[in-house]
């Protein structure tokens, strides 16, 4: 879809700069934290979104070891063209789920149960 518009970006970017756009500079351990993945999934990111100079990396001057990412001038254009897309994404996508009787709705309730009780433990509890 983004290439249909125009636009070169990957949605695995996603994550990383939407989470910048939002929170301004963050360092990869925090990008990582606030989506759940691991640090490496967030440097690979990095990797692919520094290499495309939508982000700079730059030293935190209350931890030098430290490095924060943010949005380079680039990164602040592409997001500025992506957040009516993403606006319209999650409106197409809640749209979609009303029409599905609140599929994302159960799908996250199934997602709890499953957390409460893994599905091999139902089946042995069965046996």
């Known amino acids: 879809m983004y290439a249909e518009l125009g636009i070169d970006f990957e949605q695995r970017w ?4 939407n989470q910048i756009s939002l ?17 490496a999934a967030v440097s690979q990111t990095r990797g ?7 982000i700079e990396a730059n030293a935190d001057p209350e931890d030098a070891r430290r490095r924060a990412l943010g949005l380079s001038a680039a990164g ?4 500025k063209r992506l957040v009516p897309v993403w606006a319209a994404l999650n409106d197409a ?19 709890a149960a499953l957390d409460r009780k893994g599905l091999a433990e139902r089946v042995r509890a069965k046996l």
């Open 93 to 111: 996508a809640r749209e979609l789920d009303r029409e599905a009787g609140r599929a994302v709705e159960t799908l996250a309730k199934l997602e």
């Open 48 to 54: 692919a979104l520094a290499d495309r100079g939508l």
């Open 14 to 17: 996603f994550g990383v700069l």
């Open 76 to 79: 602040k254009k592409l997001v």
């Open 23 to 39: 929170h301004g500079a963050m360092s990869v351990s925090e990008l990582a934290d606030a989506l759940g993945v691991t640090h």
